[in-house]
């Protein structure tokens, strides 16, 4: 079925430091979302690319939706301690079911 | 704030045990969703809904079932629990191609 890679899988950064975390499918998808969990927490939704090549903003986090529809990338600015989580792209997939890739676990250094 | 409930939130249970986890959403999504994760880990898929009187199976084996007799409701069962089903369980339900709004989940510990 569908593959998406997420990578790093864990990612430690010192307070002010930039952060990127990446997702790669093998094959074109219709639409990516991300999604923070915070320790302890559940999953909420930050965002849906649809269009080939898209970028949006959010306040410091920029996502990009690759021109081919089949990578994506969450980058976060100058980070901050409340930006600890695990990040998640997800996409439907061929069975129009939800899937979510392997997730970027983030640390923050104060 | 998202109208999406599961009970209970904590559940320690012994082997062998039939279970029943709940999971209702007052948002008329037609889609619905049951995962599974362990703390920091990945999101599994192991049942999915299209809308009432459909269920599929996801990605992960489980020896659960689901029923989607409702549109408001997909309760999780499993028949006889094992020390391996010990994990989190997270409901989620989105409509067509919009976001999935999650349940606070469920802690499942089988002893």
């Known amino acids: 079925g569908q593959q998406v890679m997420q990578i790093p899988q864990y990612q430690h950064v010192q307070e002010g430091e930039d952060f990127t975390t990446y997702c790669n499918s093998s094959t074109t998808l219709s639409n990516i979302q991300w999604y923070k969990q915070r320790p302890g927490g559940h999953p909420v939704f930050l965002i849906q690319l649809v269009k080939s090549g898209e970028v949006k903003k959010q306040k410091r986090l920029t996502f990009q939706f690759g021109e081919a529809k089949k990578n994506s990338s969450l980058h976060i600015t100058a980070t901050q301690t409340t930006d600890v989580g695990t990040y998640f792209c997800?996409?439907?997939?061929?069975?129009?079911?939800?899937?979510f890739g392997s997730g970027t676990q983030l640390t923050v250094l104060p | 704030e998202a109208d999406i409930y599961q009970t209970p939130r904590y559940l320690v249970i012994g082997t062998g045990k039939k279970i029943t986890l709940e999971c209702s959403q007052t948002?008329?999504?037609?889609?619905m969703y049951w995962y599974q994760q362990d703390p920091g880990m990945e999101l599994h898929l192991i049942h999915y809904s299209y809308g009432v009187n459909s269920t599929e199976k996801g990605d992960l084996s489980s020896e659960s079932t689901v029923s989607r007799i409702r549109t408001e409701h997909f309760p999780l069962t499993l028949e006889s629990a094992r020390p391996s089903h010990t994990s989190q369980y997270l409901c989620?339900?989105?409509?067509?191609?919009?976001?999935?709004?999650f349940g606070q989940g469920t802690r499942l510990t089988v002893v």
């Open positions: 989620a339900s989105s409509s067509l191609n919009t976001e999935a709004f």
């Open positions: 948002m008329g999504h037609d889609k």
């Open positions: 997800s996409f439907s997939g061929s069975a129009r079911q939800l899937t």
